[in-house]
Structures are given as C-alpha cells and as structure tokens.
C-alpha cells in the first residue's frame, strides 16, 4: 500500500501562512491525495483533496506536484482553532470489482499555532 | 454534519466478555470504515464495508469481526475483548468510494480492564 511521509510537528504564528508538506512517492495514477485534520478528543475533519490539478476550498489550498510524489496543503492564515493534527492520506484507487478505496492513516503533522 | 452516530460513546468492560460497537448513518453511504486510534499509532483500520454483507479486513483486524446487514448499519465487535483492545473507536462512511470526501463519527471509548 502507498504510504505517506510528513514531518512529526510544526509551528506558525497566528494570521500567518503555513505550509504543511507530505512526501508519497509510490502514489498509483488512481490514487486520490487528501487532507484530515484531528482536534484533541474528536473524529478526523475533511479539508480537502485532489487527484492531479491544484485545488482551493474556504479551508485551505491543495498544492500537488507535477509528478505527484509530493503535496502541500496550505493554511492562508492560521488561527489558533487550526492547532490541531493534519494527515495526508492516499484514498486507495478504487479497483474495477467496485471495492472501494480505503483511507490508510499516517502519524501526522502536529500543528501548534503561537498567538 | 454527516449523519453518523456511534454507540456507545463509552464504555468500561472486563477481558474475555464480548463487545460490539454500533455505527448508524442516516446518509445512505455505501461504504463504512472502523478505525481505532492508539497513542503512537495514529488511525489504523480495522474492517470496512463496500456494501450490505460485503466486508473486507484492515490493517489490525486480529480479534475484529464485523457486520453489516443493512446500508445504514456497521457493527464491529470484539469476540473476546483483551486489554490490547483498549482505545479510541471511530467509525467513518463515504459515497463512491475514490474522491469523495470520508466522514468520521465522534469515536467510542472503550477500556477493557
């Protein structure tokens, strides 16, 4: 299964830009790159996902490299409510039998956002 | 939010006893994941579903079955709960499978003492 690299922990400074990098060099051509986030003592939270091109959401912007080994998700300015843990995550290309892709979770980039 | 609801949200129960969590969707998803998610882990999957009464296995499925006779329902039970069981439950339901966005519920806890 194609895996995920991201550094362990970051740090930004609120209202600033941050930049959350992720390596997946053995991503497949079907593989779909998305981004979750986690605050303490929830579930995972969508922010956003792409394929190939670069993608926007009112969250956060998905940079992908043109041979897609690597992804950047950009936060335009941080917030103290963006503290939290953010994954990057191959959704497994979806095979012709109909059996669905499957999120397989790395350990994540800690973000702390100083005020 | 995504209509998924996990029960029980917490629960303490004895090594060797059986225990089944419960996730409903009121999406009308066709595919439903359990994860659980350990301190130095991260989210590991347990089974998931691509359908009524078609399951596959995880990463950690060892001690896991699971079942899912209708759309809106995904049960993840533990035969025979070990201490090693001990952790965060999540389930997570999504729509088409590859793109589409994954929503998770709000976790169960379970301690096995």
């Known amino acids: 299964d194609a895996k995920t690299t991201q550094p362990n922990s970051m740090e930004s400074n609120e209202e600033e830009p941050v930049h959350l990098p992720c390596n997946h060099s053995t991503i497949s051509g079907t593989d779909y790159i998305h981004w979750y986030r986690q605050l303490p003592s929830q579930g995972p939270e969508y922010v956003i996902h792409g394929l190939t091109s670069n993608v926007n959401n009112r969250m956060a912007s998905l940079a992908i490299a043109e041979d897609r080994k690597s992804s950047t998700l950009i936060l335009h300015r941080a917030t103290l409510r963006d503290a939290a843990v953010y994954y990057c995550?191959?959704?497994?290309?979806?095979?012709?039998?109909?059996?669905?892709?499957?999120?397989?979770f790395g350990q994540g980039t800690t973000l702390q956002v100083k005020p | 939010d995504a209509g998924i609801t996990q029960s029980p949200r917490h629960k303490v129960t004895e090594t060797g006893t059986p225990v089944t969590l419960r996730c409903h969707q009121t999406?009308?998803?066709?595919?439903m994941y359990w994860y659980r998610q350990d301190p130095g882990h991260g989210l590991r999957l347990i089974h998931y579903s691509y359908g009524v009464k078609d399951t596959d296995k995880g990463e950690v499925s060892d001690g896991y079955s699971v079942s899912r006779s209708k759309t809106e329902d995904f049960l993840l039970t533990l035969e025979s709960a070990t201490s090693s069981q001990t952790s965060v439950y999540f389930c997570?339901?999504?729509?088409?499978?590859?793109?589409?966005?994954?929503?998770f519920g709000e976790g169960s806890w379970l301690t096995v003492v």
């Open positions: 997570a339901i999504s729509d088409k499978g590859t793109g589409n966005t994954i929503y």
């Open positions: 995550i191959l959704l497994l290309g979806m095979r012709l039998s109909g059996n669905t892709g499957k999120l397989i």
């Open positions: 999406e009308n998803h066709r595919y």
